[in-house]
Each structure stands twice: as C-alpha cells, then as structure tokens.
C-alpha cells in the first residue's frame, strides 16, 4: 500500500509506518484475545441465521496450525463460540501429537458478535469452521 492510500486510512494507521503494521498483523489478534470478555458465549439461531454474543477468537496460530489469513484474524474474521473454540484447540493437540510433521490451517469462523458473514452464506452463530485439508505429495510429505 502506498504511503498516500496509508495516510488516507487515519492518523493511527499512518503512525504505524511499516514495522508497526507488521507487528499489527502478526500480533493483532493475540492481543484482541487477551481484551476478550470472560463471559460465555451464547449462540442464537442457526449458522445461516443466527448471532453470537462474546464469540471468542481462535488463536493465529500454534504448535501445529495457523490462521488462514492474519488480516482475516485481526479483523475478528476468526470467533466462534466458546466450545468450539475449545473444541477446535483440543483436536490440534491431538493431531501434534499425532501428525507432528503437518501445519494445519483454519479458514473464517464469524464475527465475534455472529450476524451476516460475507461471502458466506452461513457461519452466524458461531457454531462453523471452515477447514484447509493437508495434501501429502508422492513421497508422503505433507504440503
């Protein structure tokens, strides 16, 4: 991005010069974690309607997996409720131990507060994941 497009974008923003933006980007969404409100989450409605009150976010990444974007998880592309999120972060536990040489990756979840989701149709309530699937080449390693 130009430093003229940088500049229209607030004071904030411009401030930054690239080294903060790229520490906003890398460290953005741990710190919206940390900013999360304790309470439960609740989820209302369905994935296609639907909402989510305190969604949480999924960490950008781990031992073994990553978001699929960290612009994405800045911008809270990445909260689902509670549950799933614990749910989610037990399952990559289990796949280090078990598949120690893949990198796993997580696609868009929701808003932390659910509601419409564009492109998606559904992932409202705080109850949807989207997934990558780790593709292994001719000698067996995964890409």
Do not use: C
């Not at 989510?52 to 612009?71: C, Q, T």
């Not at 409720?81 to 972060?89: E, F, G, N, S, T």
């Amino acid at each position: 991005m130009d430093r003229s497009k940088l500049l229209r974008r607030g004071p904030v923003l411009a401030g930054l010069g690239l080294f903060g933006l790229v520490l906003l980007l890398r460290f953005g969404n741990t710190v919206a974690i940390a900013l999360e409100s304790p309470r439960p989450s609740r989820s209302i409605g369905t994935p296609a309607q639907g909402e989510l009150h305190d969604g949480k976010r999924l960490p950008s990444r781990g031992e073994n997996f990553r978001a699929y974007s960290d612009l994405g998880a800045l911008l809270g592309r990445n909260a689902v409720h509670h549950k799933v999120r614990d749910a989610v972060l037990e399952a990559y536990a289990e796949l280090a131990r078990d598949h120690a040489d893949v990198t796993f990756v997580y696609g868009e979840t929701g808003w932390p507060g659910g509601g419409r989701f564009e492109p998606h149709r559904t992932h409202q309530n705080g109850m949807a994941v989207d997934f990558f699937v780790p593709v292994r080449d001719r000698d067996g390693r995964a890409r």
